[in-house]
């Protein structure tokens, strides 16, 4: 499906919803398979037991390495996730 992308299940990292004041907004954490990079998407949908499809538009990089992850607070993923669907909605 145009628009869209594939990530293995095992590339999610953490899956969870926001929460006040950034509203009630699903989201996964994981890292991209070909750069590393640890990303946060907000629309997505489980095709199969090993895959999901997020839609690009609603994705952004959050961190460079899991260490970084580590130090950022539950309030700045869930920021972060916010400004993904915020841009995916635009």
Not at 26 to 53: D, F, G, L
Not at 68 to 76: A, P, S
């Amino acid at each position: 499906m145009k628009g869209y992308f594939r990530i293995s299940e095992s590339s999610i990292i953490l899956s969870s919803i926001t929460h006040d004041p950034w509203g009630n907004h699903r989201y996964i954490v994981y890292v991209n398979e070909n750069s590393k990079i640890i990303r946060v998407n907000t629309y997505y949908e489980k095709i199969n037991e090993a895959e999901y499809e997020c839609y690009i538009y609603y994705d952004k990089p959050l961190c460079n390495t899991i260490d970084e992850l580590r130090k950022m607070t539950i309030e700045e993923i869930e920021f972060q996730a916010y400004c993904a669907w915020m841009d995916g909605a635009k």
